[in-house]
């Protein structure tokens, strides 16, 4: 959908990303998804009375993973406010969250727009704060059953300048967060489990005007289609209030897909004063040097970085490089098979071929892989050495998926896998060949370039694929020109 | 001083802090309302634009706690007290967002 | 030995004796609470059967001779902290059939030490008063004179020991709520260091002012009680990191040398004549004891009132805000909608001075209002703790009337809320700064108890119990009691 002309359009995202702690945020409570209802809810999450909250560590070093990774500052000292706010998922009346001193501060992604140009997005800060609970509709008529299984499960929200010019962008930088966020392995990145929500803002201008114009919020956005469309949707309703002469005003809406609108909310925003206040109960965050060195040492190396090094110093191909660095677990398997055989294409073409589409096939993530990466790296050493061929190595492949073996070499020896390249073994076999088939030698001979194939596999089939297939191709060539 | 709050800041504010707004009782409220924060007015004659607000009486710093798992959760006698509690769920009238 | 008006010291000692049994104490207590009580309405609940099961477990206890170190002895709590499976009101009708499924870790430590709980004292709802006129159970009335208030909000626990129907009970302060009952009963009462006891299981008030601590006859009692209510609590974030003193072993000391600082803006115009007799005959005491008075300055307490009628509100208005109607506490009948079951229940559960609160407190945290209240009120107090910390590079403790005047007739302040807010002048700066300090009781004004207020440097619960022990071993205020007929 492009965009009208003489128009432009302005788009800040707020990314809330449930950080996979074992604990929530403020209480000792399980974060685990899909629990029944409320069993997950401790008297903390419950908000019940006298009951305090306290600090998870680990919470402040996935921020400070994320926010090192952006570039961004890290803020030693960080203060929890009060959002208030009454809403039946909100047990407490109030959100602690941070107002004036998040953990993160600036810092910026790059993304690839629709023209394939790169593009900075300015991330304006990322705060630490608690996600609510979850309503569930149509249990009982006329009723709201509310689950706070949720309610204290750890929240970074992301929230960006409005660098963000159409639907595409979004969709690219959400993308972008979502990859790194996983890369990090500070979220993960369930879309389907809410562990990744959009709320955009939105505002257009006409193409020469200098300021925003009036922004509306969509709120709870949870793929990145419902992003691209909800963007869509509401961008058409402003500027076609705005062309029929009418005026918006800054409100909060909701994306209905079925619909294909974006609609004002009536409950939740009837009241915005959310009087945020310094949390009482408790005190300021002070990270230590030392923490934040320490993680800043132990950070992964990043996805562009990574793909860069590939590029460079492995040569590998723009695609492949892009593959092999995306997922982490991904990139240190293949760094592993590289170290092994010392052949990155050759270990680029098996993992991102053979092994992708078999973990694939049996919906395995790379970590789960049965083949471990000195096993893969040795194979791809005995291609090189000329011990097996690439044949003869699916094979190999095969019987190290299936753990029929352990070692590619101890394989091979056994199965007496070894590549012919004896030439006095293959001679004879190639001698008859000529003899049995007279006319394909003949054609052959008289420049049909293809018959060589034919007498290559019967070489191939006559010792099981254990001959060399170049040593079998010259064979045959010098045998053709001496008669 | 002239009063802060009038009859439109009381809906504003009874709103916010989800409390009935009651017409009948609005004069009493406004009055007993303006007359705190009369005596909380004193405070504006100070001049403290270089003090930084102290929010915690003292200035220390949080200690976290390890990501662990630690609440053993009876949902029974944590439900004990809820008005409408079914199938594991509070209940609220019909939410319309 | 007459087991109504005993100190903690004598009960230990006479229960290791086995001059008395916990069983027996108990009884006593409890029967006394049976006649009395109905009179002074101190009590929101009582723990009989649970009390006397304690009591004979304390009994097997002392009778194989681990006794700990309050084994036996029966003490009353304030409505306020949650002690599991029992109901914990708050004094509010919006907790009026809350059972607590955990106890407030303080009530923990209470336990762990042997004490037993009589039952529930009756306060402010929600710690909000200075008088006990704000309870959804009633009003309490002063052992001294049932006319009388018995001060607030910890009026209960105040009433309760005056009257001796418990050893010892247990209060919160959040601008004076612990030490102005104590002033008005003629108790001895310990607000700590803000951080010192855990607020966990404790209903919040205002969580940055809040704080336990004991109420009892003694500064000697109030040394024993502290030592088994204090220390660090994972829980609570707020709660202080540091060792517990053996308060109890270091208040014999003499202070001789003891600087004590009286501050001016103490005795201002609002302090009643026959109080302020009473303060400096005590201040006489002090010197007479070896101590040196020096006169301080403390210029921001002035406007104490003002930012404490800021923050607090302010801070309850959300700690209030949990109290929906949902999950537990009064739900209105037959809600129409949503908006209608927050504001009904709310409306119905909260009294009157408590929704006041909520909306000044929703008033100075408002856009438009919160630097010209909520942030200035936070920079005072800045001030306030200032003044605090240069006093103590002169003085050693800080001593003035508790409260303006002794107890007054119920229903006399009432209906003029600026003259009850200002019972906590002197108090409130305390509660500011987070510094400890206590009331004790001091020669009486026409007949009533007056209270002596030791504002002591952070962590220095110490030097004001050493300082309040010494006094009460040359006086004998803390020994008077009340008339029996009631």
Same mark, same amino acid.
């Given at each position: ?132 609970? @979850?309503? &569930? +509709?149509?249990?009982?008529?006329? $009723?709201?059953?509310? =689950?706070? %299984?949720? #309610?204290?499960?750890? !929240? ?18 959400? @993308?972008? &967060? +979502?990859?790194?966020?996983?890369? $990090?392995?500070?979220? =993960?990145? %369930?879309? #389907?489990?809410?562990? !990744? ?20 919020? &969509? ?265 | ?97 | ?486």
């Amino acid at each position: 959908m492009s965009i009208p002309a003489g128009w432009q359009i302005d788009i800040g995202l707020e990314i809330h990303a449930q950080l996979n702690t074992r604990s929530k945020i403020f209480s000792g409570a399980s974060t685990l998804f899909g629990q029944s209802p409320n069993s997950q809810a401790c008297a903390i999450d419950l908000g019940m009375p006298g009951v305090l909250p306290s600090v998870n560590a680990e919470v402040f070093k996935k921020a400070v993973e994320f926010g090192l990774s952006i570039g961004a500052k890290i803020n030693q000292e960080s203060r929890f406010d009060r959002k208030n706010y009454f809403y039946p998922d909100l047990p407490k009346g109030y959100q602690i969250t941070q107002m004036d001193h998040p953990i993160v501060l600036g810092g910026e992604l790059n993304i690839l727009t629709s023209d394939g140009t790169a593009k900075i997005i300015r991330v304006t800060r990322a705060h630490l704060e608690e996600d609510a609970g @979850k309503s &569930i +509709h149509d249990f009982k008529p006329g $009723l709201t059953g509310i =689950d706070l %299984n949720r #309610a204290g499960t750890p !929240l970074l929200e992301i929230v960006s300048e409005p660098d963000i010019k159409n639907a595409e962008e979004a969709v690219a930088y959400a @993308k972008a &967060i +979502h990859q790194l966020l996983t890369y $990090l392995e500070i979220c =993960d990145g %369930n879309m #389907a489990e809410g562990s !990744l929500r959009f709320d955009a803002n939105i505002s257009v201008r006409r193409q020469d005007a200098e300021k925003l114009g009036t922004r509306s919020e &969509i709120k709870n956005l949870n793929s990145f289609r419902f992003l691209e469309q909800a963007i869509h949707f509401e961008t058409e309703r402003q500027i076609s209030v705005l062309e029929a002469g009418g005026t918006l005003v800054q409100d909060t809406r909701l994306f209905d897909p079925d619909r294909h609108e974006t609609r004002s909310m009536r409950s939740k925003e009837t009241a915005t004063d959310y009087r945020y206040f310094p949390e009482p109960d408790l005190l300021p965050v002070m990270l230590t040097t030392e923490f934040i060195e320490e993680i800043q040492s132990s950070l992964p190396e990043l996805p562009s970085k990574r793909a860069q090094r590939y590029q460079t110093a492995h040569e590998l191909s723009t695609s492949d490089a892009a593959l092999l660095s995306q997922d982490r677990r991904l990139g240190d398997y293949f760094d592993a098979v590289l170290t092994f055989s010392g052949n990155a294409k050759s270990a680029a073409n098996w993992v991102r071929g053979d092994l992708l589409s078999k973990l694939k096939e049996h919906e395995l993530s790379i970590t789960a892989c049965p083949i471990s990466p000195k096993h893969l790296g040795e194979m791809i050493q005995l291609i090189d050495q000329g011990v097996i061929s690439g044949k003869i190595a699916k094979e190999v492949f095969g019987a190290l998926w299936s753990k029929q073996t352990e070692s590619a070499g101890d394989y091979v020896r056994q199965n007496q896998l070894e590549q012919v390249s004896d030439a006095s073994a293959i001679e004879p076999l190639v001698d008859a060949l000529i003899t049995e088939n007279p006319k394909q030698a003949a054609d052959l001979r008289a420049g049909k370039d293809k018959l060589l194939g034919f007498f290559v596999g019967k070489v191939m089939q006559a010792t099981g694929g254990k001959a060399n297939p170049q040593q079998v191709n010259d064979l045959i060539r010098q045998k053709l020109s001496e008669v | 001083m002239n009063d802060l709050v009038n009859e439109k800041t009381l809906v504003e504010l009874s709103t916010l802090a989800a409390l009935p707004f009651e017409p009948e009782k609005s004069k009493a409220t406004l009055d007993a309302l303006n007359e705190v924060l009369a005596l909380v007015g004193q405070m504006q004659s100070l001049d403290i634009s270089d003090v930084a607000p102290l929010a915690h009486p003292l200035e220390r710093h949080q200690t976290l706690r390890a990501d662990t798992v630690t609440e053993i959760i009876d949902a029974s006698a944590l439900s004990q007290n809820a008005p409408l509690y079914e199938a594991g769920l509070y209940f609220v009238p019909k939410v319309i967002e | 030995m007459n087991l109504n008006f005993a100190t903690l010291t004598d009960l230990q000692k006479a229960l290791r004796n086995r001059d008395v049994s916990a069983t027996e104490l108990t009884q006593h207590y409890l029967t006394r609470i049976d006649a009395l009580d109905p009179a002074l309405n101190s009590f929101i609940s009582i723990q009989a059967e649970a009390a006397l099961g304690a009591a004979r477990r304390a009994d097997e206890r002392l009778a194989r001779g681990d006794a700990r170190p309050l084994t036996g002895i029966p003490i009353a709590q304030k409505d306020i902290f949650c002690l599991q499976g029992q109901r914990t009101t708050a004094g509010s009708k919006m907790l009026g059939n809350f059972i607590a499924p955990y106890t407030a870790t303080c009530s923990e430590k209470l336990a762990d030490a042997g004490a037993i709980t009589l039952g529930k004292t009756n306060m402010d709802e929600f710690a909000m008063g200075s008088s006990n006129e704000n309870s959804y159970f009633g009003a309490v009335h002063n052992p001294w004179d049932p006319k009388l208030i018995p001060g607030g909000s910890s009026g209960g626990s105040a009433a309760a020991v005056a009257a001796g129907l418990c050893a010892a009970s247990t209060g919160t302060d959040t601008g004076g709520s612990i030490r102005q009952p104590a002033a008005m009963c003629g108790l001895t009462g310990l607000k700590p260091t803000y951080g010192r006891i855990s607020r966990w299981g404790m209903i919040a008030f205002a969580s940055s002012l809040d704080q336990a601590g004991p109420m009892t006859r003694t500064a000697q009692d109030a040394a024993i009680l502290l030592e088994h209510m204090a220390g660090h609590d994972p829980r609570d974030s707020t709660s202080l990191n540091e060792p517990v003193p053996n308060f109890s072993e270091d208040i014999g000391k003499n202070i001789k040398g003891l600087r004590i600082g009286v501050c001016r803006e103490f005795f201002t115009e609002g302090l009643d004549p026959a109080v302020e007799r009473s303060i400096r005959e005590a201040l006489a005491v002090y010197e007479s004891l070896g101590a040196t008075l020096v006169d301080i300055s403390l210029p921001h307490t002035p406007y104490s009132v003002s930012a404490y009628y800021v923050i607090a509100p302010a801070e309850c208005s959300a700690n209030l805000a949990r109290l929906d109607g949902i999950r537990y506490g009064h739900r209105c009948l037959d809600p129409e909608n949503l908006q209608d079951l927050y504001q009904r229940s709310r409306g119905e559960g909260f009294g009157e001075e408590v929704k006041k609160r909520i909306l000044v407190g929703t008033f100075a945290l408002s856009a438009g209002y919160f630097d010209a209240f909520y942030n200035r009120a936070q920079k005072i107090r800045r001030l306030i703790k200032e003044d605090f910390v240069k006093a103590f590079e002169q003085v050693d403790v800080i001593a003035g009337p508790t409260a303006p005047t002794p107890a007054f007739p119920l229903g006399e302040k009432a209906s003029n809320p600026v003259e009850m807010y200002l019972q906590d002048i002197f108090t409130i700066s305390a509660s500011l700064a987070g510094v400890p300090a206590m009331s004790i009781p001091v020669e009486f004004a026409n007949g009533l108890p007056v209270g002596l207020q030791l504002i002591g440097n952070y962590l220095q619960e110490g030097s004001l119990l050493q300082a309040a022990h010494q006094f009460q071993q040359e006086t004998h205020w803390h020994t008077l009691t009340p008339p029996e007929a009631l």
